[in-house]
């Protein structure tokens, strides 16, 4: 659905992106991290046709962004990571002023300024003066705004940055509804939690050059070396260490707040040969499981490594 | 609708007058401008009033003529602060609100932003000087002035107003920032209205005494509106400025000639040592009739017409540079050609 090959953008002396290639297929959540100044925006604003490239190539939908930026903007929603809004307007207006713009007949435009209200949480406050709403109520408008012309493809910039953790988890489960309705979501973000648990995909870049891309879990796996367990155990807790340090796949072990954390190197049956090892020598086992979140981990790791 | 109707009525127009008509500012701005032309019409009218009343001096066509001639002075000059405040924020404004990225990403071609932007600002002048033409119908109280001048002068002032809005469109495009493109807004009026008068002051036609035509003022200070207003408020050509003395070096001394008040020359032969004769020759080129401008590269043409025409040459380039500079990916020729070397290493 969007193919990235080889993008690059100079800036007089300064490299923004240097090569950066990715494809995101259709239906998915892909994650674009980075710090800040990594080249995130530069890339979103290339995908959008607001930005040319000083070479490489990008595709939208199968349309060029240089060559076909109208078969481009029919086909994306784009939202900045910072924008006005106009004064003087209702939430209504303000929407139906953007479909307008896309060229959408006007039969069609209260419906659908309507609908996207209310799938953004917004249809109590569809009179409301735009310059009156919140900061996370305006950033939800923006996300409506982007789905007027319900195009195939959303590239949303830092979309949760400002909004409180209620005002995140509200955008979040948006997006999930979005996902659900076929849209294929690139999401610029260096909050990682969050992008953990909704993204399919991530890319991690970093001083313009990608670091890694792919589903998730292949890149978590890819960066850190090993995954972590964490162990709780009734009592015999030195004896458990020292089964486990003796085991082969087991690489590291770690005593965090009375539980046990180990780093081993293999697959989900390898956890479970582990916890049979314990069970095995008579260790009560009450808590076992995979630690999630290792992102935080490949992110550092990726970003930290200078590649130059 | 076509395609053409398309490109000249878009949302942009619609969104500007909503927002526009909801603010105190507009009807302020609108009593304001009415108060200012108003007050400036009464006191003349009351002026004249008074001192007709005391001396019997001239008749009251010439009142009618001075009041209508103030009155299009003062409105051109009002327009002339107004609409560069009106047009120079347009676009900057939008780029300052990182707003015109969302209307980047529409249907919407750039062309269409920059027009949508011009009308509704240009609307809200014309209206303005709809909102004038009840105090213009003063002047026919007094008479001396015909439908005709008031209908040219309307005209100039508009196409004026509307060059100094594009070129505060062009500003508004050029420069990032609306403080900038506001400045160079208003520098830009101050020399169409008055730097191109200066330039007549400091470079007035050199008069020719074996001419057959009467001298008229350079080309460049027919970029001024207030030439043509004058010229049809008084219905007299310019013979007062822009057309200076000069010296012709034909039959052996030479004469130094200057423009006489009735649109004639005064030609003095001159002796090698530069000093003029006590008795001067008087030409009589043939009299310019009429507002047309006797000589020179509009010869034959009306004041107005010169003015009208070299403004919409200006308000097109402006345009046009306006259209080049808006999009966010340009392509220029020189820009291109560093791509495709950048592309291409």
């Known amino acids: ?308 | 609708m076509n395609r053409v109707a398309v490109a000249l009525w878009n949302p942009i127009v619609a969104k500007e007058y909503r927002s526009r008509m909801r603010t105190w500012r507009s009807p302020v701005a609108m009593t304001v401008y009415i108060l200012l032309l108003g007050g400036l019409g009464w006191a003349i009218f009351s002026a004249m009033s008074a001192s007709a009343r005391n001396v019997f001096s001239g008749s009251p066509a010439n009142y009618g003529q001075a009041l209508f001639l103030s009155l299009v002075i003062f409105q051109m000059v009002l327009l002339a602060f107004i609409t560069p405040a009106l047009t120079a924020g347009a676009i900057s404004s939008e780029r300052e609100r990182q707003t015109i990225d969302l209307l980047f990403v529409t249907k919407l071609p750039s062309f269409s932003i920059l027009w949508g932007k011009l009308l509704a600002s240009m609307s809200f002048v014309f209206l303005l000087l709809l909102l004038s033409v009840p105090i213009f119908s003063l002047v026919f109280l007094f008479g001396g002035i015909e439908l005709d001048q008031v209908l040219a002068a309307f005209l100039v002032t508009a196409v004026a107003a509307l060059t100094l809005g594009v070129i505060g469109i062009a500003c508004s495009t050029a420069f990032r920032r609306t403080l900038p493109a506001t400045v160079a807004a208003y520098g830009a009026s101050f020399i169409l209205l008055a730097g191109s008068l200066l330039y007549g002051l400091l470079f007035p036609t050199s008069i020719d005494p074996n001419a057959t035509a009467a001298p008229a003022p350079p080309a460049v200070s027919y970029l001024s509106p207030l030439l043509p207003l004058i010229t049809i408020g008084t219905s007299q050509p310019v013979t007062w400025y822009g057309i200076g003395s000069g010296f012709s070096s034909g039959g052996g001394g030479g004469m130094m000639c200057s423009g006489t008040p009735g649109g004639g020359q005064q030609c003095v032969p001159l002796y090698a040592n530069g000093k003029g004769v006590a008795s001067p020759i008087y030409r009589n080129p043939p009299q310019p009739t009429g507002a047309t401008i006797p000589s020179g590269l509009f010869a034959g043409w009306q004041y107005w017409q010169a003015t009208v025409t070299l403004q919409l040459l200006i308000s097109l380039a402006a345009l046009v540079l306006s259209v080049i500079l808006i999009p966010p990916t340009r392509h220029l020729p020189w820009q291109r050609r560093t791509r495709a070397a950048a592309g291409g290493s």
């Open chain 1, 1 to 308: 659905m969007i193919a990235v090959q080889g993008l690059t953008k100079v800036y007089g002396h300064r490299t923004a992106l240097d090569a950066v290639s990715f494809e995101v297929p259709k239906g998915e959540i892909f994650g674009f991290v980075g710090p800040n100044g990594a080249g995130k925006t530069t890339t979103l604003r290339i995908l959008a046709s607001l930005l040319e490239p000083t070479a490489g190539r990008a595709f939208v939908d199968g349309a060029d962004v240089m060559r076909q930026p109208d078969l481009v903007h029919d086909r994306l929603g784009y939202m900045p990571d910072f924008f006005g809004v106009y004064d003087q307007l209702t939430a209504t207006e303000y929407l139906d002023f953007y479909a307008a713009c896309y060229r959408i007949p006007r039969a069609r435009r209260t419906k659908i300024a309507a609908d996207l209200l209310e799938l953004v949480g917004l249809a109590d406050r569809r009179d409301q003066s735009v310059d009156t709403l919140s900061r996370g109520l305006k950033q939800r408008l923006c996300l409506a705004r982007a789905l007027v012309h319900d195009p195939a493809v959303l590239l949303l910039d830092e979309p949760a940055s400002g909004l409180d953790p209620r005002a995140r988890v509200e955008m979040r489960e948006i997006l999930k509804e979005l996902q659900r309705m076929g849209k294929t979501i690139v999401i610029s973000s260096h909050i990682l939690p969050e992008l953990t648990e909704l993204c399919t995909m991530i890319g991690i870049i970093d001083q313009g050059r990608m670091r890694a891309t792919g589903p998730v879990q292949d890149v978590i796996r890819e960066l850190t070396s090993g995954r972590r367990l964490r162990i709780m155990v009734m009592g015999r807790r030195d004896e458990a260490v020292a089964i486990l340090k003796a085991l082969p796949s087991i690489r590291t072990v770690d005593m965090i707040n009375g539980a046990i954390e180990a780093q081993y190197e293999g697959d989900d049956a390898t956890a479970a040969s582990i916890l049979q090892a314990l069970t095995g020598a008579g260790i009560s086992v009450s808590g076992f499981s995979q630690l999630e979140g290792g992102l935080e981990d490949a992110f550092l790791k990726a970003t930290s490594e200078d590649v130059g």
